[in-house]
């Protein structure tokens, strides 16, 4: 039973474009939706996260939108750059359980 | 500071062969995790530790056992290896361990042969 949906699965763009990955979820007692970068060879490091009491949240070129309704959150990256390459993954928790979910990885290329 | 010490970082394991997992951290961090990372299915919770003498499964504990006699220890004992428990582990502390803040070891490569 997947709990979190992540797509695209591998997503290639061009230096300074947008890149967009997107993520749904099912269970609704999720309260916390992080987005975690991992480049090969290390562990994942967190990028951005968010709350579902609002819907966007940005930092530099990473925005998060969230969109309660649907059950939906996606990672937009701006001006991507090639060292923006790496594996992306969004998670989400419930304050009452001692456990991250996460979605099964986008590998990002950025074309230089 | 460290953060969080995984080794070692490769091990090659034949089957029914026993090992451990070794993960370390120095943030005085009450909650520790292990995950293993497959392609295509992202990073799945193995056991989990809310403090020194707690422990608990996650969605893939069989076959795992884990101990926490320490608050910086957390290590993960594969009992009878099996080529299914090839994959890349994870070892992860937080301060509370509700889906924030949390800070990942480099891994552990391990292949079952």
């Known amino acids: 039973q997947q709990q979190v949906k992540q797509s695209p699965q591998s997503l290639i763009v061009q230096k300074g474009g947008i890149s967009i990955i997107n993520c749904a979820y099912e269970n609704t007692a999720f309260d916390y939706f992080p987005w975690y970068q991992q480049f090969p060879g290390k562990g994942p490091a967190l990028l951005i996260a968010i709350r579902p009491d609002v819907s966007e949240k940005k930092e530099g070129r990473f925005t998060i939108s969230f969109n309660k309704s649907a059950k939906q959150f996606s990672l937009h990256i701006m001006d991507s750059q090639p060292g923006d390459s790496a594996t992306y993954f969004c998670?989400?928790?419930?304050?009452?359980?001692?456990?991250?979910?996460f979605g099964s990885g986008t590998q990002l290329t950025v074309l230089p | 500071n460290a953060g969080v010490t995984q080794t070692p970082k490769f091990q090659v394991l034949k089957t029914g062969q026993s090992m451990t997992l070794q993960c370390a951290q120095d943030m005085n961090h009450e909650y520790m995790s292990w995950y293993r990372q497959d392609p295509g299915m992202g990073l799945r919770l193995i056991h989990y530790s809310v403090g020194a003498g707690i422990t608990d499964q996650g969605e893939v504990p069989n076959g795992y056992n884990v101990s926490r006699s320490t608050t910086e220890d957390f290590p993960l004992r594969l009992l009878s290896a099996a080529p299914s428990q090839t994959s890349v582990y994870f070892c992860?502390?937080?301060?509370?361990?509700?889906?924030?803040?949390?800070?990942f070891g480099s891994g552990t490569r391990l292949t079952v042969v």
């Open positions: 992860a502390s937080s301060y509370s361990g509700q889906g924030r803040g949390y800070t």
């Open positions: 998670a989400a928790s419930r304050s009452s359980a001692r456990q991250l979910t």
